[in-house]
């Protein structure tokens, strides 16, 4: 058995080892009408794979001249596919250098007065070049004489595969019908064969190779071929396996947004008690006690109180609040929800008559600012003013609050999807989100809702609310058992209770008790295998002859030349396969490179990125 599998990996190998070898053995032959055989040679066959068959597609022959420059390039194609050569034209620029998607014409034997061209292929399939900017090209390299002498003869293979393939890309994108089974270098000429592989329609706009461009539109386009087919239907409408049954389950997520505003008065108010609430803008003032001079009489030391009440119904919007001022002939103590805050003209904190004597003779006055916005939280608060006269007298106090009465806003996301999204046994089969319909059957439209902005609020709170979304509407497939499930025990207790030598098992017997077995057990040899597959590493000397928008890379570096490193898999018989010119650097074995070739990401990474300069002083 194993030297039947080896030498089936074997046949294998040597039809499909390569892109030559796959390439040669199956694509060309099969793109061409040509017999394709099997793996073992056994079998032929002649394969239709495309609507017109042609051996040229494209030919391109070029001819360098003394300044290195191509000053002749030759375009030759198979327009309709008929096997005959049908168009030829020149370019009309010289080529000073040669990039993956163009070309860039310069003054001969020099890189000045250079310009970049596109290659582009036309709606009539037409092949011209498009004035682009550098930016715009790929892996551009210099072939005239600024950069070396003889580049373009020296490079003939490289020049003619990049040149041409630029072209056969732009064709490709213009037609994706186009398919290029082989390319064909003969001296300074390139001839590719092809043919139409994707479609036999005339029209290269066709809908399958216009998913290429909007993906997008593959799920909104099966969605419709599906809803017009029986078949697909009737499976979607039936159980997914025996003693299943779906359910579909809806539900909304939204976002409730509420805006509020709210008057001063709303914020903090006087309930019973003081004389006066006055406000301004902002601000409020609430006024207690008798002021006027000699408003309060007694005969001898007496105690009058008076007691002013607060309801705080938002206390998050009270910004400061303060006991401005008071003052009292003869003594005074303000008290708030029971506490003494302040008292004079010495401490005085009993509810008894003042610790000193009760006439003073004069009115004393505070304007101590003091801070109570602590004190007044949510609910109602009493703010008690007991004044002591001796004969007459007076008493006032004053607490100043400064509240915030802006617009604010008070958001909530009622999610009633989240049990049905975190249930394992539940798929998202359709969701639209604020109207737009984001999956349908379960796959995916691609579509997306803007962001959006809401004016909230009204004229007397206008206010702006932007969020990716508002409301979602969800339909979950869900999948409920009506059928017990397979019994996996057996296997479960084969797999955990045998070893590479022993084999165990457990069977169930008919009055449902188990009987254990155990015998030995052997696995066949597995046989050698190699620890890799051996390569090799070879160095080429090449020169610099790379381009970019500030001019030749090899005018900016010490040494012009540099150096191209290969790495090849090993014969049959441990020898390393040499590309002409490559010196041997590593001899075949197992070989990691890993960590150099981690290194050169890293610097090319690095070189892409910003560059700060910062200057220390000294």
């Known amino acids: 058995m194993e030297e039947r599998a080896r030498a089936a990996a074997a046949a294998s190998r040597a039809k499909t080892s390569g892109s030559e070898a796959i390439t040669g053995n199956y694509l060309a032959p099969g793109l061409a009408g040509q017999p394709v055989t099997t793996i073992d040679g056994s079998r032929s066959f002649t394969p239709s794979l495309a609507c017109r068959k042609t051996a040229s597609l494209l030919e391109v022959l070029v001819q360098p001249g003394s300044t290195g420059d ?3 390039v030759s375009i030759a194609r198979d327009t309709d596919l008929d096997g005959t050569i049908d168009s030829r034209r020149n370019l009309p620029v010289p080529v000073s ?9 310069c003054d001969p034997g020099s890189w000045n007065a250079c ?6 292929a036309g709606a009539a399939g037409s092949l011209t070049l498009q004035s682009a900017a550098l930016g715009e090209l790929a892996g551009c390299y210099c072939i005239n004489g600024s950069c070396g002498a003889g580049l373009a003869w020296s490079n003939m293979s490289g020049v003619l595969r990049d040149l041409g393939g630029g072209m056969i890309g732009a064709l490709t994108t213009s037609d994706p019908r186009y398919g290029v089974t082989e390319a064909v270098i003969d001296g300074p000429s390139i001839r590719y064969v092809g043919a139409q592989s994707t479609a036999c329609s005339a029209g290269p ?4 190779p216009a998913y290429r461009a909007n993906p997008a539109a593959m799920a909104s386009d099966a969605y419709a071929a599906s809803s017009g087919n029986s078949v697909f239907q009737a499976l979607a409408g039936s159980q ?11 539900c909304s997520a939204e976002r409730t947004v509420s805006v509020l505003s709210a008057e001063p008065a709303n914020i903090i108010s006087r309930t019973s008690g003081g004389y006066s609430a006055a406000s301004s803008g902002t601000s409020l003032d609430f006024l207690m006690g008798s002021p006027s001079d000699n408003s309060l009489s007694a005969n001898g030391c007496k105690l009058i109180d008076f007691r002013m009440t607060l309801n705080v119904r938002d206390p998050d919007r009270i910004v400061n609040a303060r006991l401005a001022r008071w003052f009292a002939d003869d003594w005074a103590q303000i008290r708030i929800d029971g506490d003494v805050v302040a008292s004079g003209p010495q401490t005085w904190t009993s509810s008894g008559l003042p610790p000193g004597k009760c006439e003073q003779k004069k009115t004393y006055t505070q304007n101590p600012n003091l801070d109570i916005t602590s004190r007044l939280t949510a609910g109602p608060h009493e703010v008690w003013l007991r004044v002591a006269v001796a004969d007459e007298g007076e008493a006032f106090a004053q607490i100043h609050v400064d509240v915030d009465d802006s617009c604010k806003t008070v958001e909530q996301l009622a999610d009633g999807c989240a049990a049905m999204a975190a249930d394992t046994q539940c798929r998202l089969d359709s969701e639209t989100v604020d109207g737009v ?13 803007l962001v959006q902005t809401r004016q909230l609020g009204g004229a007397a709170c206008p206010t702006e609310l932007t969020r990716d979304y508002f409301q979602k509407e969800r339909t979950y497939r869900c999948t409920s058992a009506q059928a017990p499930m ?7 207790y084969i797999i955990d209770h045998s070893t590479e030598t022993l084999l165990a098992d457990r069977v169930r017997q008919s009055n449902g008790s188990f009987s254990e077995s155990t015998r030995p057990f052997s696995l066949p040899g597995r046989g050698s295998v190699a620890a890799c597959e051996p390569i090799c590493k070879t160095r080429k000397a090449a020169a610099n002859d790379g381009v970019a928008v500030d001019g030749i890379v090899a005018d900016r570096q010490n040494l012009p030349v540099g150096e191209e490193i290969h790495f090849h898999a090993c014969t049959d018989d441990n020898r390393c396969p040499a590309g002409p010119g490559e ?5 075949c074995g197992c070989l990691d490179d890993f960590p150099e070739a981690a290194a050169m990401m890293q610097t090319v990474r690095l070189a892409g990125a910003d560059l700060v300069c910062t200057e220390v002083a000294p």
């Not at 706009?205 to 399958?208: F, H, K």
């Not at 010196?583 to 001899?587: C, E, F, P, R």
């Open 70 to 72: 191509l000053t002749a």
């Open 486 to 492: 397979p019994d996996t025990s057996r296997g479960t």
């Open 115 to 120: 310009k970049s061209y596109r290659w582009h």
């Open 97 to 105: 250098g040669i990039c993956a998607n163009g070309v860039i014409a």
């Open 583 to 587: 010196d041997i650097v590593s001899a």
């Open 205 to 208: 706009r066709l809908a399958q």
């Open 240 to 250: 997914v396996a025996a003693g299943t049954s779906l359910q579909y389950r809806r």
């Open 437 to 449: 319909q984001t999956f349908i059957k379960g796959v995916a439209t691609g579509l997306k809702p």
